[in-house]
């Protein structure tokens, strides 16, 4: 299944729910404008909520959803050269741009994120995350108990955090730019508990 909006057609939630929900494999999203999800963070809204394998997200603008990307135990996804920005609320109360839960294989490249919360990538290994642009969020990319994560040439700066690794093990950073931490607090590249930790400019 393709769905190319070729850059005229929008997507609109209605502020309920995510815009789509991608329960499916071998899919590919494209060229879309999805906007207007709910405000539910139980439910996670989003604009793409994915839970299938080998799926493509990629040139869309996902504007005024609270999360952007969601994948949950889904492999071998890619979302690439998409513009993701949350809703117009306090940076706690925003949604992350991209999430990964118990996910692996993944390729995350190209994005420009504004105004999101955060990028997570928890319980989940063997992802790629590369040329990402992320501005005025919290942490631009927060790692929880990930193994063996690639994350190369992203640009993360006015950021509260720039790139915070927790219990994870095995993950390679190599020329990223991180720069302008926000606030008494802010922090570059920060770690707790990991180990195999790679960095290379």
């Given amino acids: 299944l393709i769905i190319d909006g070729k850059g005229k057609v929008v997507i609109d939630a209605g502020g309920k729910g995510s ?14 404008r ?5 405000s539910s963070h139980n439910d996670i809204d989003s604009g793409v909520l994915v839970r299938g394998n080998f799926n493509v997200i990629k040139d869309n603008l996902i504007d005024n959803c609270l999360f952007g990307v969601d994948l949950q135990q889904s492999e071998f996804n890619v979302v690439r050269r998409n513009t993701i920005s949350s809703k117009d609320v306090e940076l706690g109360m925003r949604g992350d741009a991209v999430r990964l839960w118990y996910s692996f294989n993944n390729q995350i490249t190209d994005n420009v994120i504004r105004h999101s919360r955060d990028m997570v990538v928890w319980y989940s290994r063997d992802n790629l ?3 990402n642009d992320a501005r005025f969020g919290r942490y631009s990319l927060h790692f929880m108990y990930s193994q063996h994560n690639l994350i190369e ?24 730019y991180v720069a302008h931490a926000i606030g ?15 960095m290379e400019n």
């Avoid at 815009?19 to 879309?32: E, M």
């Avoid at 008494?184 to 195999?196: A, F, L, Q």
């Fill in 19 to 32: 815009v789509i929900n991608l329960d499916t494999d071998g899919a590919t999203l494209r060229n879309l």
């Fill in 34 to 38: 999805l906007t207007n999800s709910g």
């Fill in 129 to 131: 995350i590369a040329r």
């Fill in 153 to 176: 040439s992203n640009y993360y700066t006015h950021n509260s955090v720039g790139i915070f690794l927790m219990y994870s093990d095995g993950v390679v950073l190599r020329n990223n």
């Fill in 184 to 198: 008494p607090t802010g922090v570059g590249i920060g770690m707790k508990e990991t180990s195999d930790i790679v």
